[in-house]
């Protein structure tokens, strides 16, 4: 395992979030914008949330039909139940509101070849992922082997297709020039480009067709993310229609997730690990829905862990929920007081990730490092492809 989080850390090293074509510099007109420093709970050993995963716990594919996966229910007492997906609408009640980010995943990793005046044709292959757009043509990505290139540069994507190096910084980062409109350029990207799906999951330089489905929620709307946010992976239009008949309602954010997210922390505290950024989104009709189903007694069910950042971002102190629109770089630990979520569906996480430190927080950092251990030996499948749980609210702290 230590092999496969060296290879995550090696391939998403310094990858920050992208905001979507055409935002301007959201921290300047955020309402609402959340410093890390202001939310983090207490400084932590990040061994604490270390763990030993087989690699065959690993899901290089999703589960067919997607609400076949299956579900661990971590219930408030640390008791563990072994579900389904389709499970879901018996442990909801009526009024209660289900939360979905609908970020759209954008086919951001490019394969195509260096060409250089005088230099061989085709020149070496390279791979490209792209990470913000920079809203004047040009965009900032890594490349692999980024050592082959220097400025100037073209990279052939395909014949209609290319774009030059302005700029080659350090730990591969490139800027790269993408001639044309806008609208030719994700045109290309749609044609050309294939998901940016994490190491962990094997593909080669083409990926498989299937994944631009896969890797997409069935309700995704806004482009922007570079990772998808995966515990809505599992939703079908057959398990909205059961939560609908449930009485169970929905609203959607919108977080465009970033690849930092799934991360290990290399440091050995939590006080000196820099979070990375993401652009979010919450509208006041959604924030107004969630704070009536509370008044009236429903619980708020956050379905993945990107939600939740957002949501709990924009909570104040006095447990309302307010319109957002901004930045937030929230990171949340063991001692956290969640103000507006009572339950999160999600999928389990890398190993001394924030995001495993963000459910150990959640739920009970001995709670989770008991129903990871009973996920592992059960055969539940890890990561984004993964199998998924379903955590209450541990507010016992």
């Known amino acids: 395992m230590r092999q496969v989080v060296g290879d995550v850390s090696a391939c998403f090293d310094r990858l920050r979030s992208a905001r979507p074509p055409g935002y301007p510099d959201t921290r300047k007109i955020a309402r609402g914008f959340v410093p890390a420093a202001s939310l983090q709970s207490r ?78 044709v085709p020149g070496p292959r390279i791979e490209v992922t792209l990470r913000k757009n920079n809203g004047d043509g040009t965009w900032q990505a890594f490349a692999r082997p980024a050592r082959k290139l220097v400025a100037e540069d073209v990279i052939a994507f395909a014949e209609d297709f290319r774009a030059t190096v302005l700029h080659k910084a350090e730990g591969g980062e490139i800027t790269l020039d993408f001639p044309g409109s806008p609208d030719h350029m994700m045109s290309g990207l749609v044609t050309h480009g294939i998901m940016p799906l994490p190491p962990y999951i094997a593909r080669d330089h083409s990926g498989l067709e299937t994944d631009d489905n896969d890797y997409q929620t069935i309700y995704a709307k806004y482009d922007g993310a570079v990772a998808a946010p995966t515990a809505g992976l599992h939703f079908t239009d057959r398990l909205m229609e059961a939560l609908d008949q449930r009485g169970v309602n929905r609203t959607f954010l919108t977080l ?106 959640f739920a009970g950092l001995k709670t989770m490092q008991g129903a990871y251990r009973h996920a592992i030996e059960e055969g539940y499948r890890f990561y984004s492809y993964g199998d998924s749980s379903f955590l209450e609210l541990n507010k016992r702290g």
């Open 43 to 120: 400084p932590m050993k990040v061994d604490l949330f270390n763990f030993d995963l087989p690699p065959s716990r690993i899901a290089q594919a999703p589960a067919r039909p997607r609400d076949s996966a299956r579900l661990l229910h971590v219930r408030t007492d640390g008791g563990l139940e072994d579900r389904t997906v389709r499970d879901l609408p018996a442990l909801l009640s009526p009024g209660d509101v289900m939360v979905f980010n609908n970020t759209r995943v954008i086919p951001a990793r490019l394969s195509g070849h260096r060409k250089r005046v005088g230099g061989p």
């Open 256 to 361: 465009h997730v970033g690849a930092g997210t799934f991360l290990p922390v290399t440091v050995d505290d939590t006080a000196d690990h820099h979070m990375h950024a993401e652009w979010g989104e919450i509208s006041p009709e959604s924030a107004k829905m969630i704070n009536t189903a509370r008044r009236a007694g429903g619980q708020i069910i956050s379905v993945g862990t990107t939600s939740l950042r957002l949501l709990e971002s924009a909570s104040g102190k006095d447990g309302q929920l307010r319109p957002f629109s901004g930045d937030t770089d929230i990171f949340i630990t063991p001692g956290y007081r969640f103000r507006t979520v009572d339950a999160l569906m999600t999928n389990f996480h890398l190993p001394r990730s924030t995001l495993f430190m963000l459910v150990s927080a």
